[in-house]
């Protein structure tokens, strides 16, 4: 099993609203990332768990909130979000997360749209 | 501080003529540098990637990118292309910062466009 699953694949919310993402995958990766896409533009850095530790937190807002419970489970818990919030989000993982050599392997994404 | 220029955001191009998609970067230690490619509504796939040895490395897709270090590029070529290989495509380079944390810097992006 070579995959990173996303749920759900599509999302929309209010502003008040307290929704979950999910992320799991079963390659025995210990690393495990949460990126930001807007459309036509890069994937953007938010959060690296590396052995089930907050390992880096790229000065994301606090309306977002990872969580990572198992060495195959990645959550991201959103609240009070904004309408400029809305993107796709993608997770991806890959063997040890301290190797600048290491593939990542990503996830479908969840397109987030904040009304 | 590494750094990554796509210096195309679109290349359109008509099936079975080559391609290049150039990629050119910044970086004051080991580089290791990767090409990654994102289908409509999907996630990112490693196309290929430098680490070390032989300069020409290829993708089992027919994809090929050469690292030139004196001119700190790293494009990447198809001979032929064709339809399914309509995507964008990220030049990332993989930079370590103070404190021991590892990331990708992506580029921005170059949209191939394979017309018929």
């Known amino acids: 099993d070579t995959e990173v699953t996303q749920t759900p694949k599509h999302l929309v919310m209010g502003m008040t609203n307290k929704k979950s993402l999910k992320c799991e995958q079963h390659?025995?990766?210990?690393?495990m990332y949460w990126y930001k896409q807007k459309a036509k533009k890069p994937p953007e850095l938010m959060f690296v768990y590396s052995y089930e530790k907050l390992s880096i937190n790229e000065s994301v807002p606090s309306r977002f909130s990872p969580e990572c419970p198992n060495s195959s489970l990645l959550n991201l818990h959103l609240h009070a979000l904004q309408p400029e919030d809305s993107a796709l989000y993608l997770c991806a993982s890959s063997t040890t997360g301290t190797a600048t050599n290491e593939k990542l392997f990503f996830g479908s994404g969840t397109q987030l749209s904040v009304l | 501080a590494q750094s990554v220029t796509q210096l195309d955001s679109q290349v359109p191009v008509f099936e079975e003529a080559p391609v290049e998609l150039r990629c050119n970067y910044s970086s004051s230690v080991s580089v290791y540098l990767f090409w990654y490619v994102q289908y409509p509504n999907q996630g990112l796939q490693l196309l290929l990637k430098y680490l070390s040895g032989s300069t020409l490395v290829e993708s089992i897709n027919g994809f090929e990118a050469e690292f030139n270090k004196s001119q700190t590029s790293f494009h990447l070529r198809k001979p032929s292309v064709h339809i399914s290989d309509t995507a964008e495509y990220f030049c990332?380079?993989?930079?370590?910062?103070?404190?021991?944390?590892?990331?990708?810097?992506f580029g921005a992006g170059t949209r191939l466009a394979v017309h018929p």
């Open positions: 390659m025995g990766h210990r690393a």
């Open positions: 990332a380079v993989g930079a370590m910062f103070s404190g021991g944390y590892n990331k990708l810097i």
